[in-house]
C-alpha cells in the first residue's frame, strides 16, 4: 500500500536560520508531490507542486525553495527563515486524478 | 485572488441537528469538488467529492450538493456528532491543475 511520511513534526527554528523539511511516498512510482502550508487566517495554501524529478512548480513568490532530488522525495527548503515562515507545513501526493493524500504535516515556529 | 471561498470560518451545531457548511468558488474551469476534514496538528483527511456532472453525492451521513450555475456547494452532515468536530475545507479542481483549497470552515458540534 501507499503511504507518505513527513518530518519532523515539530520545528523551533530562530529567524535567519535554514530550513529543510522531507517528505517521501512510499509504495508508488513518479507521483505528483504537492507543498501546502496552512497559516493563521490563511487556509491551505499551496506552495509547490513538483511531477517529476528535478520539476518544480512555485505558486507563491516567497522565502522558501523546493526540490526533488528523486522519484518519491520532496524536500521544502529556505536559507534563511523569517517570522512570517511560521505554519503549518504539509505534503502530499496525489493518487488519482482528482485525489490527494496528506501527510502528518510538520508545525513550524520561527522565534 | 481567491477562488474558493469559505466565507463562515466557524459553525456551532447541537449534536443530532444538521450542519451545513458552504463554499463558492470562481474559476468555471473546476470540474472536481472535494471536502477535508481536519483536526489540529493532524494532516486533511477525504470526506467525500462530487464531479461537475452530478449535483449530488451521498455517503451515509454527508451529501455534498453542486449548484454550478451558482458555482456553489454544500457539505450536509446529518445527524451531527461531537466526533465531527473539526476543520473542514472545501477543495476544488481543473484537469491538470492542482487542488485548491478555502480557508476552511471550523465546526464545533455540542452534545
Avoid at chain 1, 520545528?11 to 512510482?29: A, D, I, K, R
Avoid at chain 2, 470562481?26 to 470540474?31: E, V
Avoid at chain 2, 493532524?42 to 450555475?69: A, Q
Amino acid at each position: 500500500s501507499q503511504t507518505i511520511h513527513q518530518w519532523p513534526a515539530t520545528l523551533v527554528q530562530p529567524v535567519g536560520s535554514p530550513l529543510s523539511l522531507e517528505c517521501t511516498v512510499e509504495g508508488t512510482s513518479n507521483p505528483n508531490l504537492y507543498w501546502y502550508r496552512q497559516a493563521a487566517g490563511r487556509g491551505l495554501q499551496l506552495l509547490f507542486y513538483s511531477v517529476g524529478i528535478g520539476q518544480i512548480s512555485s505558486e507563491v513568490p516567497q522565502n522558501l525553495s523546493a526540490s526533488r532530488p528523486q522519484d518519491r522525495q520532496f524536500i521544502l527548503s529556505s536559507k534563511k527563515l523569517l517570522l512570517s515562515d511560521s505554519g503549518f507545513y504539509l505534503c502530499a501526493w496525489q493518487h488519482s486524478n482528482y485525489g490527494y493524500t496528506f501527510g502528518s504535516g510538520t508545525r513550524l515556529t520561527v522565534v | 485572488d481567491q477562488q474558493v471561498k469559505q466565507n463562515s470560518p466557524s459553525l456551532s451545531v447541537q449534536e443530532g441537528r444538521i450542519s451545513i457548511l458552504n463554499c463558492d468558488y470562481t474559476n468555471s474551469m473546476f470540474d472536481y469538488f472535494l471536502w477535508y476534514k481536519k483536526y489540529p496538528a493532524e494532516g486533511p483527511t477525504f470526506l467525500i467529492s462530487i464531479s461537475s456532472i452530478k449535483d449530488k453525492n451521498e455517503d451515509g451521513r454527508f451529501t455534498v450538493f453542486l449548484n454550478k450555475s451558482a458555482k456553489h456547494l454544500s457539505l450536509h452532515i446529518v445527524p451531527s456528532q461531537p466526533g465531527d468536530s473539526a476543520v473542514y475545507f472545501c477543495a476544488a479542481k481543473g484537469r491538470n491543475t492542482p487542488l485548491v483549497f478555502g480557508k476552511g470552515t471550523r465546526l464545533s458540534v455540542i452534545a
